[in-house]
């Protein structure tokens, strides 16, 4: 920049100076919320075991509601999907039990665990679960 004979700086030279500082600053806090909102993301990736206590083995099945355990949770953290799959290791001839909620494309976690689940005949059977969450 350059200042003239009575050195004062031209008025186009400040309105460029005072652009480039408001370019700058503007650019510096999109990238700070852009950064910040990445790293909010994901943080609550699992879901309560809880909701599987309504699960139970009657006839050879794995019965219960559990979409709508399933819908409610995803609905409440925003996932784009839910998948569940339950089946009784072994041979004991239960079948196993798999329900999709939403959609599953994009980034997946999953965790997989052992479960009690009562038999209509008085038993507690383990089963394995796996519960995928898509975000």
Do not use: Q, W
């Amino acid at each position: 920049m350059r200042f003239n004979k009575r050195g004062e700086l031209g008025f186009p030279e400040a309105i460029m100076a005072a652009m480039i500082v408001t370019l700058v600053l503007t650019l510096y806090m999109g990238l700070l919320v852009l950064n910040t909102a990445e790293d909010d993301r994901g943080t609550d990736l699992t879901v309560d075991h809880r909701i599987f206590s309504n699960l139970a083995l009657e006839n050879g099945k794995i019965v219960g509601d559990i979409e709508k355990d399933l819908t409610s949770k995803m609905e409440r953290h925003g996932f784009r999907g839910i998948s569940f799959t339950c089946e009784i290791p072994g041979d004991m001839g239960f079948s196993y039990r798999r329900a999709v909620v939403g959609n599953m494309d994009g980034n997946i976690s999953s965790e997989r665990f052992v479960f009690l689940l009562d038999s209509a005949d008085g038993r507690t059977i383990p089963a394995v679960i796996e519960v995928a969450i898509c975000v």
